[in-house]
C-alpha cells in the first residue's frame, strides 16, 4: 500500500477536525431550535379576587307618628295673634299641619286632618266668618265636633276639634289619624286643646290660605 505524503495527511486530518467542527456546530443550532427554552422568569400566580361584599344596609323604619289629639300640637305658649302685624294661617293640604304664621315666620304648627277626596276641604284664600259655636253634630255625616270657626259659606267650612258622636264623646278611631290622613267631610280638624285655643283667640277676619 502506498503511503500519503506527511504534508497530504495532515491536510487531510485538518479537514476532517474541520469537518466535524462543522457538523458539531450544526448539531448545536438544530437542538437549540427544536428544545423549547426553560423560562426563567418567576411562575406567576394570579390569586382569585374575592367580589366586594355587599354591603346590605337595613332601611330605618320610621317611627310611627303620635300625635295626642287631646293636647296641644307643640309644646310652647300659643302666640298671641293681637301682637303680630301680618297675622295670617297657612294650611297644607299635603303636610296636614296648620301653621299660624307672621309674614313668612311659623310661629306655631298644629296637626290636622283636612277632607278627603271624595269631600276635599277647597283650596284657596279665605277670611275668618264671626260664625262660630262650643259644639254640632250632623245627624247627615254622624258625626259632630266641639270649637268650631267658620272660615267659607258661613258654617259649611270649619275648623274644629277631632270629631265627636252623637252624644258628644270623642271618637277615637277618628281622633286617631289627626296629623296622618286627610280624612273629614271638608273641614279642618285640630286636637281639642288646639281646636279650644282656636275658637277662642283667632279673630274675624284672619286670612286663611289653604294649599
Known sequence: MRKLPTRTLILLIIGLLGLLVLIGVGFGIQQSQTTPAKSQSAKITTQKTKAPTKLTT??????ALKVNWQSAS???????????????IDVSLTKQRVYLMNGKT??????ASTGSKESPTPAGTFYIEPEHGESFYNANSGEGAKYWRSF?????YLFHSVPTDQAGNFIPSEAEELGKTSNSHGCIRLSVADAQWFYTNIPVNTKVVIH
Open 58 to 63: 337595613k332601611k330605618k323604619k320610621t317611627p
Open 74 to 88: 307643640e309644646k310652647k305658649a300659643y302666640p298671641d295673634p293681637q301682637k303680630y302685624t301680618d297675622f295670617w
Open 106 to 111: 311659623i310661629l306655631y304648627t298644629m296637626y
Open 152 to 156: 267659607l259659606d258661613h258654617g259649611i
